[in-house]
């Protein structure tokens, strides 16, 4: 039953994808980055021009998403000490679990396929 659609490779959808994860990534390096709105600030400035305002509002607007962004992340309501104390905790728990795993694997209750 021919749908008249045009055939594919299977390989083209991936690859669409993954130009479009580094069109996003791209994007979400270029919101972190102030350096490109100071410079067309110091730009407009040498220039006398009037959209100073508008550059300035901008990165006003920017900085306030970033704060509301860094207010939001995990973590941010402990202290340092805290942060450390939990972290080493986390490297803890790794290293039981992944003496664990070892334990497990030279028990040989499972059948590990070889590569």
Not at 38 to 44: E, G, L
Not at 70 to 89: A, F, T, W
């Amino acid at each position: 039953m021919a749908t008249g659609g045009t055939v594919r490779p299977a390989e083209e959808p991936e690859e669409e994808e993954e130009e479009e994860d580094e069109a996003v990534e791209e994007e979400e390096e270029e919101d972190y980055t102030f350096l490109p709105l100071v410079h067309d600030i110091i730009k407009c400035m040498d220039k006398d021009s009037q959209d100073v305002y508008q550059e300035l509002n901008e990165l006003k607007s920017k900085f306030q998403a970033m704060r509301k962004l860094v207010g939001n992340m995990p973590g941010i309501d402990m202290s340092p000490e805290e942060q450390q104390r939990h972290l080493q905790s986390l490297r803890e728990q790794v290293q039981t679990k992944s003496e664990l795993l070892q334990k497990y694997k030279s028990l040989c209750m499972f059948e590990i396929p070889k590569e």
